[in-house]
Every structure is written in C-alpha cells, then in structure tokens.
C-alpha cells in the first residue's frame, strides 16, 4: 500500500524491510539507570610499593603471606590492576610516587596547579622520571583501610620479601573504591587514578551482556521502526488531531522476522482537530496511551470479548491510515498478557504518565528518539531532566530496557526545552 509522506510516496511493510519507509541512519545509546547517573566516583586509599620487574610476582606472593590472613587478598579492589608500570600511570599517580615534594598534602584541582608552579616542576619531574622504560613495577599492596602506612611498613622491614630493598618506597594513592560499570568509566579511572579493569558487571542496573544481547537484536531495525513512528506523528499532526509524536508497538519474534503490531499517532486534540490547544488536550490518547490502547483491543478481539465502547475517552483504535494499515495486518500473540515479550518505539520520551504505563504493561524494551528533559520519565539524568529513570528501579515491581535512538544527522541539535508532554 502506497501512503504519501510529504513530497515522496512509502511503501508499507509491517516486517521493515529495506524497502520500507525512508529512514536516517543512527545508533542506539543504552539509557542509565538512577543508579548510574547519579553515584559519584567514590574514592578510598590505597598502599602502593615499588619493587623489583624481575622478581615481581615472587615479591607478591611474599607480602601476600607477610599480611595477617585476613587481608592477604584486595577484596575490595580486585577491579584494580595489582600491578601497574610506571609509563602506564595517569600523571597524577606519577608525581605522587616519584617526585620528593609532599604531593598528598596538595589539592589534585586543576585551578591548584595552575596557581602552584612547584606542582607545575613536580608534573615536569613525573614525565622526565617515566619517560624511559625503568626495571620496575608498583605493587598495589592493600586498601588504606585494611592496614594503616606504618603497619604495612613494618611488615616490609621487618619481613622484607626478598626483592624489596631495605627501605622500601611505600606510598599512599588515591584510587577508585567501587568496580566501574562501563569500559568507558574504566578508561576514565585509569587515566585519572589507577589502572581500572571493567569486568563488564553493572551493580547499578541491568548486565551489561543482557544489554549487548537485546541492542545487538534491535539495531538491524531500529532505524526503521522509528522511522514508522515518525510517520504515524505526522500523519496526526497533518490530520490536526495531535501533535507529532508517534508509537510503534513490535512483536520481535522468537522464530520468525520481527513484525510491527500497532502504530499510533498523538490525538490529544481530538478526532476532529477541534480540541483547545491552550489546554493539555486529552492526556488519555497521547501516542503511548493509544498503542497499548489498541494491543489491548487486539486481545480483546482474539479472545472474542465485547464490551462497552470506549472509543470516545481513549482513541483505543485507528484513526488516520497508516494506523489502519498496520492494524488491519499486524498479528499479536494470542494468549499473550498486557504488552509482555513486546517492544515499543517512540518518536519522543514519554512523559511520566506514559512511562508509567509502559511499565504497567510489561513491555520487555523502550526506544525513544527525541530526550524530553522538562517531561520525560525514563532517562535518569538531572542536568537537563527530571531524573526519574522509571525504566530501572529496585523499588518498582517491573523492569525493562531502555535505550535512545540518536539520528545521526540531528545527533548535534540542542535538546529541546518544550514543556510538552509525550
């Protein structure tokens, strides 16, 4: 069937081929949880040693057994690299242990360093000092926490490992106290800190290879499921019922080719187009009110129930015919609960209200293009948005997987500042 989409026809395919409507490249940005978003780097001590590159590993076995039992391994640090050498430290950790002025009375600011020149000699001493290849390592010892500076040094004198000179170079760093949750925090630590290693877990929100797994599915037709949403928005805001804001629901298939099951423009101004625009319109059938809307209806006719019709508050069936398209040929699942196994892609992030129901509905994942910080409930970031992130809390009885759909060509624009909600 053949729709016109401004100046240029589309062909419909509920199953997206190639062929299908238009679309711009893009990729998909994993959303964060609350979790992520806000947890600031927390920051412990550690004691670090310089020893020997050649008898290394028999030194670390030997302060290992030196330890009291109870703290012969770094439990809490086993996202750090136990041994670090000196060109792969960031230049802080540099002047910190090779150069002779008291650098951990010193403020780590860059506004400090500028103000300060010994820091400015102190950073020249660290990148001459390590700008060779030396015959050493440092030895990430054990937690501040765990044994005091002076404990640690008389283990080493008064034990010393073979290797390890008579007065050993101990000293105490600053290093990230939680495992980081991206290879990209990771990198960041190390820069800063440490050498961090990303053991791709994610204490704050859903595994990371749940999340690889389920955006290695969805990217080959993202672009063109959105690209459908896009159309059924401005099929409603050309039709005046709505504004341009779209919803597609997608059944992705255990055995066979995802195929698209509902779509569904913005009616909030009424079939007519006769609704208030200085209102908030009809709250019921925004986009996502609508789609789940029209899932519903779907059950409903499957399993033969007749009720009475609520057309009239929800817009719960096709208005403009791009919906009618989709709806007439796309199949549900019979016997399936709410929105349960189904996808849904918006051409905006749902407001709060919307959010909510894409939760209550059970769908398993949500792609939005448009980040709506003044309404939105799903990212979770304060600077801009609310910071709800709706899709990932402990507190909630369901969760799903969220992600952004970002356009390639618009991926620069500024993020909105409407009040609308979505």
């Known amino acids: 069937m053949l729709l016109q989409s401004g100046p240029q026809e589309i062909d419909v395919d509920l199953h997206c081929s190639s062929t299908a409507i238009p679309h711009a490249a893009g990729h998909l940005v994993a959303l964060r949880t609350r979790a992520e978003a806000h947890v600031e780097v927390e920051v412990t001590h550690a004691h670090v040693v ?43 950790a540099q002047r910190r242990l090779e150069c002779p002025l008291d650098h951990e009375s010193r403020s780590d600011h860059s506004a400090d360093h500028e103000a300060d020149p010994h820091i400015h000699r102190s950073t020249d001493c660290a990148r001459d000092h390590f700008a060779t290849e030396t015959p050493f390592l440092y030895l990430l010892i054990c937690a501040a926490t765990t044994l005091s500076h002076e404990q640690v040094l008389d283990i080493l004198i ?15 760093i600053p290093v990230p ?9 990771a990198l960041q630590w190390s820069r800063e800190y440490w050498p961090t290693v990303y053991k791709k877990h994610n204490p704050y929100g859903p595994h990371p290879s749940l999340v690889s797994r389920a955006e290695e599915a969805l990217r080959p037709l993202a672009a063109e499921w959105m690209a459908l949403a896009k159309k059924v928005g401005w099929e409603a805001s050309e039709s005046s019922i709505g504004e341009c804001i779209g919803a597609v629901v997608v059944d992705p298939g255990a055995d066979e080719a995802p195929v698209a099951v509902v779509a569904a423009g913005d009616a909030r101004w009424g079939k007519t187009g006769s609704g208030s625009h200085q209102s908030s319109g009809n709250v019921m059938t925004h986009a996502v009110m609508r789609a789940i809307g029209m899932v519903a209806r779907k059950r409903r006719e499957l399993l033969a129930i007749h009720e009475e019709d609520l057309r009239n508050a929800f817009l719960d069936y096709p208005t403009t015919p791009m919906e009618e398209t989709v709806f007439s040929q796309g199949v549900v699942t019979a016997g399936g609960y709410l929105c349960t196994e189904l996808e849904i892609f918006l051409t905006h992030e749902p407001c709060v209200m919307c959010s909510m129901a ?6 398993s994942r949500v792609v939005f293009a448009t980040r709506m910080p003044r309404t939105g409930g799903l990212a979770a970031e304060t600077r801009p948005g609310l910071g709800y992130g709706l899709w990932w809390l402990p507190e909630l009885n ?21 009040d609308i909600q979505a």
């Open 50 to 92: 310089q020893v020997a590159q050649k008898s290394a590993n028999t030194l670390l076995r030997a302060i290992e057994d030196a330890l009291p039992q109870s703290t012969n391994t770094t439990v809490t640090l086993q996202h750090l690299r136990r041994f670090a050498k000196p060109s792969s430290l960031p230049i802080l």
């Open 158 to 172: 008064s034990r010393p490992p073979k290797g390890l000179d008579s007065s050993p170079r101990l000293h105490t």
């Open 177 to 185: 106290a939680q495992a980081p949750t991206s290879e990209e925090q």
């Open 358 to 363: 894409i939760l209550h509905s059970r769908f």
């Open 398 to 418: 369901w969760k799903l997987l969220a992600w952004q759909w970002v356009d390639e060509e618009l991926q620069d624009d500024p993020i909105p500042t409407t």
